[in-house]
């Protein structure tokens, strides 16, 4: 486990960034929105490499970009 400042703060943002969406998800009834919020919650937690995490969150957010207007 990685506890230097970067992997700390990563970790704070990227969670914070998806409960948010768990949170939209859960309100406008959006399950992708729900599932990637939650999932952004999560792996921060189990993921300290940055080279993994960032790449893995951009993914993420490009999933929901994408599938924006059909779901």
Known sequence: MDFSF???FSG???SSIGGG????GKRAEKYLH????L???VYPILISNLLI???LTVAL???L???RASI
Request: with cysteine; charged share 0%.
């Open 6 to 8: 970067s992997a700390i």
């Open 65 to 67: 970009y994408i599938f």
């Open 12 to 14: 704070l943002v990227i």
């Open 39 to 41: 999932s952004m919650c």
């Open 21 to 24: 969406l768990f949170i939209y």
């Open 53 to 55: 995490l960032w790449p």
């Open 34 to 37: 729900l599932l990637v919020g």
């Open 61 to 63: 957010i490009a999933l």
